[in-house]
């Protein structure tokens, strides 16, 4: 089979978004990350696990037939897996296409890792967490000014 007979192989969607470039394997993450979002609730979502790409060598990619994607699902998604692109889909064809990049700021999305932060204590008060340096990619939170690697930040999401 040659990889375009491949590629025919994964069902087209008429409108909605294709996030592709996902790391293999971690597909199966960001579906569970959206299940957190209630705005996917009714959504139709296909997963496609292990195609072979160019970039990656294999990736995975998900399918989304909605309307918009939730500010706060991009957040995430920019934070968890800089890199993925989004395409936005219409009529069949890529009508927009956005390369994700690690945020510079992170707002009201995540809790501070710190135990003693006060937005751990102080009900109702959000969290802001500013990129000090994208290559590590650590970040500081605006309330206690620790500094936390992304991956510090992004355990607390447990997904
Ligand atoms: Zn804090």
């Given at each position: 089979m040659s990889p375009e007979?491949?590629?025919?192989?994964?069902p087209k969607i008429e409108n909605g978004f294709v996030i592709d470039h996902i790391p293999a394997g971690a597909g199966g993450r960001?579906?569970?990350?959206?299940?957190?979002h209630r705005e996917f609730?009714?959504?139709?979502?296909?997963l496609g696990q292990?195609?072979?790409?160019?970039?990656?060598g294999?990736?995975?990619?998900?399918?989304?037939q909605a309307n918009e994607l939730p500010s706060r699902f991009l957040q995430h998604l920019a934070l968890l897996m800089p890199g993925v692109t989004v395409k936005r889909i219409r009529?069949?064809?890529?009508?927009?296409?956005?390369v994700m990049e690690t945020p510079d700021l992170v707002?009201?999305?995540?809790?501070c890792p710190n135990p003693n932060c006060i937005t751990n204590h102080e009900r109702g008060m959000g969290t802001t967490f500013h990129l000090v340096e994208r290559e590590t990619k650590t970040f500081r939170c605006n309330h206690?000014?620790?500094?936390?690697?992304?991956?510090?930040?992004?355990?607390?999401l447990n997904i």
């Amino acid at each position: 089979m040659s990889p375009e007979e491949k590629v025919l192989l994964i069902p087209k969607i008429e409108n909605g978004f294709v996030i592709d470039h996902i790391p293999a394997g971690a597909g199966g993450r960001l579906l569970h990350l959206m299940q957190r979002h209630r705005e996917f609730d009714n959504v139709l979502i296909t997963l496609g696990q292990h195609y072979s790409s160019r970039r990656l060598g294999r990736k995975d990619l998900l399918k989304i037939q909605a309307n918009e994607l939730p500010s706060r699902f991009l957040q995430h998604l920019a934070l968890l897996m800089p890199g993925v692109t989004v395409k936005r889909i219409r009529d069949f064809k890529v009508a927009e296409k956005v390369v994700m990049e690690t945020p510079d700021l992170v707002h009201e999305i995540l809790r501070c890792p710190n135990p003693n932060c006060i937005t751990n204590h102080e009900r109702g008060m959000g969290t802001t967490f500013h990129l000090v340096e994208r290559e590590t990619k650590t970040f500081r939170c605006n309330h206690c000014e620790r500094h936390f690697t992304q991956t510090a930040l992004t355990a607390t999401l447990n997904i």
